[in-house]
């Protein structure tokens, strides 16, 4: 673990690529974000950990709209993010204005991935320090969730989780995600992983993000929960799990 | 903290970039800024370090122009900070000269954090040691306070603050910062902060500058507050002090 | 095995270049994947590693199309697969474009081979972490099969495996594969080669991927062998080896 | 002060920058150098270290006419002052050139900061090893009198020191310097520095240049104190340091 | 051999360059191959090291057609023999493009020497890992026979050997080379050579490959020896060996 | 004197640059050469180290012309020299092309400078290990002579001595130097310096070369001085020395 | 001798460049080559090392003809010494192209020094290791003949030799050249050289290389002097060394 983990360009005797493995452990310690497909759509849900009354957001922390049909969840190094939200953005625009028509989600989930596989080969760079979600909608196949680290792997998931504890929480998903899932479930689940993960008593709107994207009159678009609706749901879950202890 | 810390490039195996941290270090010893919102506009004040009455300035020492609308604090390498605000008035010429419109706020605010971004993922660079507060005005947004460090992360905020003792004013403002400052009562929180942070017994107008940024005829301007209106405010604030010592 | 094994572009002492063989040792960590030409087509097989209903593939997970008439499956990092296949795809794309004929296999593999040879001779780079099995059709040569690895050396085989135990699947293939295999011999070659490798009791469709390239109407045609299909070559193959004990 | 010392492109974890300190301390070993403005102009000093009657200068030791308005003193490794001289006569002569007037002083200053500080942030560079006072005038402004360091820092003041000594210099200048020194009093307050600085008991034309820039016929213009006039000046700052040894 | 072996652009100081040593080292222990030139043409054999049946050639394994009239043999890394090799042909093509005549042998053994020459000289490079046989014919000079190593060195020879054994070999050539050599002898000069250098009892066809360059209508030609033929060789030369042991 | 001697661009914490004191040692142990201003041209000097009848020299060996006007002598390493005055005799000829005048001796003495302090300043170059002394004639300030040193720094002088014993040299300058000197007076002094810096007991022509730079039909001129008068010179001068041991 | 050997663009303490002195040391191990100016021509001599009758060599080893007036001999690397030839080849063709005229000696060896020296001054390079000896005719100063070594540094001599025991040959050259050598005596200094450095009893044609450049028809030829008429030279030069041992 000594010679072989200060420099990207070199593989160590197992195989391995430390700073990589350096720069998702910088993400391990971030706030956890996660999405789970439904037939209706996708619901995001991402950890507040910034609660300060000052802090002056334009929309969500850690919800960006990349193009009209595409959103991004995002977990690690803000300013490395902001970087990638922006080429993921200009991506989708130019797309648009090339072919007339709203870019396929792989295509722009490969995009990013490309870039942030070259900053691991070359030398003189360091790998970019964030996992994201891509959620989005497609006419010809639905809704489709993506997930992407910071090696440039990527993959098409059904639910899936970045950041703190995404290990526990995928194999939540893995136990409880089915195909099935309507909007009142998949919050419940949702609620159930949060809970899960941030390990205190009380469950509160506070220190979550939770955000529908769904069909308005056959177009997609991205709806926020409410403080208000999402205190209730926290509520209607805690009574929940009061009666159904085994349920968890 | 040995190997990794000396390349801007790496991730120790913690997931860290140290030079992001050490670059925060130099900002966390010299002269403490802050911004604070209110409903009437926004009040910037900054630590004078250099009292030389052989200083020749023109205007304020910390306090810089960016365009008709936008304003900034800066703290950290002086060097750093001119360039990073030359740069900042040359994008905001430059988006007026090409849209016909003040350019704004956040497209701004990143455009300079992706600069300071791009210093800490390449090697060869060092990351900007200059943190800033950047205060303005958007016709459909009203008084906006952008905060942005050396890592290239930014945020919007009600009033935040840069610097020495940073962290302890900026706990000042959560619990005293209200929606509904006037400019007096802005004042009072500014000159409490300074007490709090110089650790000094008297306040006095040598050591700090205090500027309002308001609207005048529907513009925004700034207005400096001169050493005898702020003298003032010190003896009364030092009075109110002395009768409501719980105050603080 | 010291100091020559941090960078890319020194000989070790003994002429031996480090920092290749530790690429190669990433992928013998990785799933194995293999070829087998028969008169009547190439049967492609790959393990699955990831075998979560929550992943959402369109299509297969290792294998992917180059072209029409190539396919290819890949063992080692996935990040550094997905860039050489695009390159492989733009490639192919570009000889049709310009020759108006599909690209020859070995023209599309040599190109793969030299971009990977370059990554080995060039400071401030690391190997492709990846080998490679291009399966495919030529008019005038009919099947064809080659595998390239870290090194940028490739060759063509009649049967060939990469990634885990790739040194025993090829024995295997060294004493049991012949001229004249149908397509059912294939197959029970390949899951006779699965079978050694997985070191499992139990041989299943959910950790094998199998897929024929063949001719349908005189076109190169790749079809996946489904689920149900599979499982029943898997049992078949288990009752013969029950019977044939000494086979094996 | 020891792995973080050896490159410019990285901070120490207290957040400095040892290779610009290192920088400073090049010029705290070479002669001192000082401006002082006056309501009728700036009086210019530099310490003469090289007294060799070999010597064939045309003009001044460290004084530079840097255009008809601006001259500057430096302190530090001669061979990058001259190239920064140079940079800073063409950038007056391409201003006066482009917009038909002379260079601001500001502009100019800020011109050679930038490029010093562009030289403590590339890697592969080192730092500029000298410091300058630039003195000018302006129409709008008057007298102005500039400090740059070798961080790219700079300043605006009305009697500042650069070299050996400075510091000790500066504070003499704090308390001693006023808004309205005649030529008479600011050579005086000149001789008293350089006596101080110099700790030797004989103050002499030999070792020391003093120069003025005032108005003639309201165009800027630099008037070398010849030796006799210097002589008789230090003859009688000797006669009256006798007579009132408390005004020291 | 400490320090001056780990870069290319360092010599030791006994004047040595360890790197194209080590790389000559890569070359020592492949399988060998030899050109013999005879009135007639050129005699090129190289060792078999992969006998696999599951090869799948399209002609020789280490022996390239570069132009109708040059043929190669090449023993190192065969990533690098790839490169140079495609290189070569480039050459050849673009010169007979350019003049409507062949390239002659030594314009284009010296312009792969001097690429390999530069692959020694500048830093982030690592020499080519490969020694070449280059045989052909030219009208004005007959048959040609070079040879070049990693160093970029070259030169022309009757017969000379590359790869494991090549210095044992050369030291054959040079007892038993005459000018007069028929086909048949230098078959049995070849196969002396191989048994000696193989140090196996039995030779056989499996182990080596034989081919003879010689003018067919006129246009020099490549002619691979059968293994039928050269079974028959193999059989010939050990009954003679057997009967004059001193000949070896 | 450890960590910071090995790179050019760093200093050392006490502000020292040590590549350049390291270059100027080279300097150190070379042949010496000076340079003595008179009122009617300059007297040039150099040491000849390389004696050998063999040297096939077309004209002098240290001594180099420029232009018709300016001619230097070089101490240090040869290669080094050999470029820089290249580059000074083209830039003579473009001045002279583009104004139509000989080219002012500080111009191009600065261009010289600006080179070397170029090799000072950047990472992966070495200064230029080498000093000049440039003698010339500019009508309007008649006889000039500059000097040069690997830092970039550059000075005039009335008398200027570079390689061996240089400070030695020089200080006899300035105690022997005067206003006045002739040409006899000027070859006395020449030949004193060079008596005491080889520190032999018999001076002879073998070991100096001796050259006038002087107005001839009011161009200047170089002659060299023969050996038949630099033997006169030298017996004479032993003569006087004799005579007036008193007078060294 | 310790950490600044390791790298061309440094310097040591005592100022020396230690790449070049090993790149130095690497000429020192090959053969010997020398030239000898007469009134008649020059005659330049090599060692020969490879003297297999396998080479098959289109005229010398080690003599490259430049252009019709320039010939050369080289000591060193090889493959580095075929780079320059071609380059010095090149720039002679470019010469007499552009100006219709053969270039001049001085001009061709200061070309090839130059990018020797530029070799030794920047960071990521090797010197060139191979010294070469330059012989030719111009028509206004006669026969030339240059040395370069790898520093860049070159010279004109009357008679030089490099590569192995070059020193103990020019110390023979210093004390038996002379102006009025004719081809025989210049022969016989030139056995006498070989016999010394060879340091074998018997000299004989295999060993040595002997070539004549003279006028032929008013224009520069080289003529090699044959095996027979060299053994004749050497049987005549041990007769008359036994006649004259003292002579030695």
Known sequence: MSRYDSRTTIFSPEGRLYQIEYAME???????????????????????????????????????????????????????????????R????????????????ENLVQHIADIKQS??????????????????????????????????NYGGWKAVAIGQNASTTNSIFRTDWTEDLDWEKATTLALKVVQKSLDTASLSPAKIELAMLKLVDGEPKL??????????????????????????
């Open 26 to 88: 910088a993400i391990n310690q971030v706030g956890m974000g996660f999405g789970i497909t439904t037939p209706e759509g996708v619901l995001l849900v991402s950890e507040k950990r910034l609660q300060s009354k000052l802090l002056d957001l334009e929309g969500s922390e850690k919800l960006y709209k990349i193009d009209g049909h595409v959103y991004c969840i995002v977990a690690g190094i803000t300013a490395d993010a902001n970087t990638l939200v922006n080429e993921a």
């Open 223 to 248: 709806e926020l929960v409410g403080d208000e609706a999402l205190g209730e749901a926290c509520e209607a879950y805690k009574v929940a799990a009061k009666e159904n202890p085994d349920k968890e």
């Open 90 to 105: 200009l991506h989708a625009q130019q797309f648009r204005f090339k072919y007339s028509t709203p870019v396929p989600m």
């Open 119 to 152: 900053y691991t080969q070359f030398g003189g760079l360091r790998p970019y320090g964030v996992s994201m979600i891509f959620a989005g909608y497609e006419e010809s196949l639905g809704w489709r969730l993506y997930q992407s680290d910071p090696s440039g």
